[in-house]
């Protein structure tokens, strides 16, 4: 009990920064270009269907990696699986939903999300979700082919 409540503390200390920066930047919403996908199905409960919000990007073509990072989320992937390019155009959403053997779904406007980003009208906003089974984490990475 007392594990999910300082996880649950910890994820509203990223939303909170999330909410509060910005523009979170190409790259991930970490400094070191990767984010964690919580395997928890609450870990996007400010998202509608349980998404969380990855990271804004500028308009063009980029590659998405997906890689494992362990049983706690906290360990840099080592390999990791690429997919695209996609084209992602500016005020659009996207959701990128991770299962396991880190397989991605990657689809364009594909529910009701809600852009936390002022500039959701020009830049395009990427939305994650972990949805392997037996509590894998994964991450995500988006380097940039082109910007338009």
Known sequence: MKLNIYLFTL??????????TPSLGQGGCWLSGWCPLNPNPMSGAAQPFGYWPVT?????????DVGSTGETGWTVP??????????LRAGHKYSADVGSMASLVFKEDPAPLINFDLQS????????????????WYALKIPTVTRE
């Open 11 to 20: 994820q509203l200390l990223i939303l909170s920064l999330l909410l509060t």
């Open 56 to 64: 804004d990007l500028t308009q063009g073509a980029y590659l998405i």
């Open 78 to 87: 080592t390999t990791w699986k690429t997919y695209g390019p996609y084209t």
């Open 121 to 136: 009208r020009t830049r395009a906003m990427v939305y994650g979700k972990n949805n392997a089974w037996g509590g894998q």
